[in-house]
């Protein structure tokens, strides 16, 4: 799934902004930045701006990692890049 975000994303920017770690978890707070010029999902480029935000948290035993998660605010991106309208307020 990165890879299709790599193409999707041009000037993809990750910036990780803080992490956590405990015992052999590790936890990256992370923001996202790039601007939606690839296909992604069937969908064609937009050319619009993306900036949103995620975590992702890793398992790491005997020097490997063995498990991961990760939960990104994909609504925000789809809202930015107008595949999802705004909810109508009544």
Known sequence: MFHMFREALGDLEIIVERTLVDGEYCTAHCRVKGRHVGKAFGEDATSFPVDFYGMTI?????????????????????????????????
């Open 58 to 90: 890793i398992r790491v035993q005997d020097g490997k990692l063995t498990e991961g998660w990760n939960c990104f605010d994909f609504l925000t991106m789809y809202q930015q890049i107008g595949w999802v309208r705004n909810p109508v307020k009544p």
